[in-house]
C-alpha cells in the first residue's frame, strides 16, 4: 500500500516534465527564429495556441500589444507547427484600425514575413490567427531589420 | 499510521502538481500556451490589465544597443554597471533590479559583439536568477559557450533575449508580477542611461527622438509599479525616482502628422512603409535634464547594494 502510494507520488513529480513538450517547443521557436535571414535583430516571439473556430462563432484570435519605435523596420515571420490544420496569419492594428495583414484578402496570397517600417511610435497590437478559423499553433516572431 | 502519511503526501504532491501547472488546453507533440486566446469579435477597448500587458511586453534588451550599434558609436565599457559585490544583494527587490539592469548590459555586449566580456555578466545574471528562483530559464552553460566561440551571435541573441522573455512570463504567471515589474525596470534605466548618456556626447536627432518617445513607455512603466507602491520602502522609494524621471519629461511633446502607407510585394515580403509620423519636440536642456535624473536614478539603483 505504502508503495503504491510511493510510485503514485512519483508519478505525479514527474508528470508535467513528462508531458509539456518544452523542449521540442523551444527548439521549433528557435529554429523559426533563426530561419529569419540576415541582417535582422530577434526582439520577440509570440506562442500561439488557438481552437478551431465554432460552427457560429468568430475565429478565435491570440492578440499582443507591442511598442513599435520610428525609424525602425520591422520584420513579423510565422511559422506553424506540423500539427497545424490551418496557416497562421498576423494583422497588425494601430488603434484599431488594420495597417498590414500576412493574408492579401483579395488575392487569397499569404507571406510567411511581412516588413514593417514605423513612422510613428506607438502602441501596437498583434492580432494572430488561423486561416479560415482551423485549429493550430505557431510562433509570431518580430525582428527589427537593420 | 504510515499509510495515512503516505496518502497525506500523495494528496499534497497531486495539489502542488495540479497548482503549478498552467491551466491551459491539453496538447500533443509541440505546445504553447493558449493564454490570451479570445474570439475577435470580443476585444474591445483595452483594460488597466490589458495596459499592465503592454507594459510588460515593451521590455526588449537589445533595442537601443542596436540602435547606438547602427548609428556606429564605439563600444563604451564605462557605460556597463559593475558586477563586483554582487553577491551582496540580499532581496528580491535588489536582485530583481540588478537581473534587468544587466539584462540590458548583456544586450550591449553581445550587440557590440564583445561576448568574451560578457561572460562575468552571464555568471552574475545566473546568481541572481536562481536566487529569484528562475535559474532554469537562463542556460548559463550554453549562453557562456556561445559567447566564449564568438560562433553564432544570432543564436545568442536569441537565447539570452529569449532567457528575459521567458522569466518575466514565468513570473506574471505565478503572482509574481511584481518582481518583473522590477525587472523590466530595471531594463528600461538601463536602457535610459545608455542613450542619454550617449546622447550628450554624440547628438543625433533619431537618437533624441527614441529619449523623447520614453515618455510616453515612462508612463506605462508607472502604471505598472504603482500598485506595488506600499509594499516596501524599496519600491515606494522606486516608484519616487521613477516619478522624478517622469516630471523631467513634463514639456516634452510629442505630435503626430498624418499620412497615408505605401504598400508593396518587395522579394516575395509584403512591405508596409508608414507615412503617418510621430514627432518629438524636446530641446536640448531638456534632454540634459532628463538624462541628469535618468543617470541619478541609475546609479542609485546599482549602488543600493
Aim: proline share 3%; charged share 20%; with cysteine.
Amino acid at each position: 500500500m505504502k508503495c503504491r502510494f510511493m510510485i503514485i507520488s512519483v508519478i505525479l513529480v514527474f508528470l508535467p516534465f513528462i508531458t509539456t513538450g518544452q523542449p521540442a517547443a523551444e527548439e521549433f521557436v528557435s529554429n523559426c527564429v533563426l530561419a529569419a535571414g540576415n541582417n535582422t535583430t530577434y526582439l520577440k516571439d509570440f506562442r500561439v495556441q488557438l481552437p478551431k473556430a465554432g460552427p457560429d462563432a468568430t475565429a478565435p484570435v491570440y492578440k499582443a500589444n507591442m511598442y513599435l519605435m520610428k525609424n525602425i523596420k520591422y520584420r513579423f515571420s510565422v511559422c506553424e507547427t506540423p500539427e497545424s490544420a490551418g496557416e497562421l496569419i498576423i494583422t497588425i492594428y494601430d488603434q484599431n484600425k488594420e495597417l498590414i495583414c500576412s493574408l492579401d484578402k483579395s488575392t487569397g496570397k499569404k507571406y510567411n514575413s511581412i516588413d514593417f517600417v514605423c513612422n510613428k511610435t506607438g502602441l501596437y497590437t498583434l492580432w494572430y490567427d488561423f486561416l479560415n478559423g482551423e485549429q493550430g499553433s505557431g510562433v509570431g516572431v518580430v525582428y527589427m531589420i537593420k | 499510521m504510515t499509510g495515512t502519511i503516505s496518502k497525506l503526501l500523495a494528496v499534497i504532491l497531486l495539489i502542488f502538481v495540479c497548482s503549478c501547472r498552467n491551466s491551459n488546453t491539453g496538447h500533443v507533440g509541440i505546445g504553447f500556451p493558449a493564454a490570451d486566446s479570445l474570439p475577435a469579435g470580443e476585444v474591445a477597448e483595452l483594460s488597466y490589465e490589458a495596459v499592465t500587458d503592454i507594459v510588460q511586453n515593451m521590455a526588449s534588451p537589445v533595442e537601443i544597443s542596436s540602435i547606438l550599434q547602427e548609428m556606429q558609436i564605439p563600444f563604451t565599457a564605462e557605460y556597463l554597471a559593475p558586477t563586483q559585490e554582487s553577491d551582496r544583494l540580499t532581496s528580491n527587490f535588489q536582485k530583481a533590479v540588478m537581473l534587468g539592469i544587466y539584462g540590458a548590459d548583456l544586450g550591449y555586449l553581445n550587440i557590440y559583439g564583445k561576448t568574451g566580456n560578457s561572460v562575468e555578466v552571464l555568471s552574475t545574471i545566473k546568481k541572481l536568477a536562481d536566487g529569484l528562483g528562475v535559474g532554469r530559464y537562463f542556460d548559463f552553460e550554453t549562453l557562456r559557450r556561445l559567447s566564449v566561440n564568438k560562433s553564432n551571435l544570432d543564436s545568442l541573441l536569441f537565447m539570452s533575449v529569449n532567457s528575459y522573455n521567458q522569466i518575466d512570463e514565468f513570473l506574471r504567471e505565478n503572482d509574481r508580477a511584481s518582481v518583473s515589474a522590477l525587472m523590466i525596470a530595471g531594463i528600461w534605466i538601463e536602457g535610459q542611461y545608455l542613450a542619454t548618456q550617449v546622447a550628450l556626447v554624440h547628438p543625433d536627432r533619431i537618437l533624441t527622438d527614441r529619449i523623447g518617445e520614453q515618455k510616453m513607455i515612462l508612463g506605462d512603466l508607472l502604471m505598472l509599479l504603482r500598485p506595488y507602491r506600499e509594499s516596501s520602502a524599496e519600491y515606494n522609494s522606486l516608484c519616487n525616482m521613477m516619478e522624478g524621471i517622469n516630471k523631467a519629461y513634463h514639456d516634452v511633446h510629442i505630435s503626430y502628422r498624418l499620412g497615408e502607407p505605401e504598400t508593396a510585394e518587395q522579394d516575395g515580403r509584403l512591405v508596409m512603409v508608414q507615412h503617418e509620423e510621430s514627432i518629438v519636440e524636446m530641446n536640448v536642456s531638456q534632454l540634459e535634464e532628463i538624462a541628469g535624473v535618468s543617470e541619478e536614478v541609475r546609479n542609485k539603483l546599482i549602488s543600493d547594494r
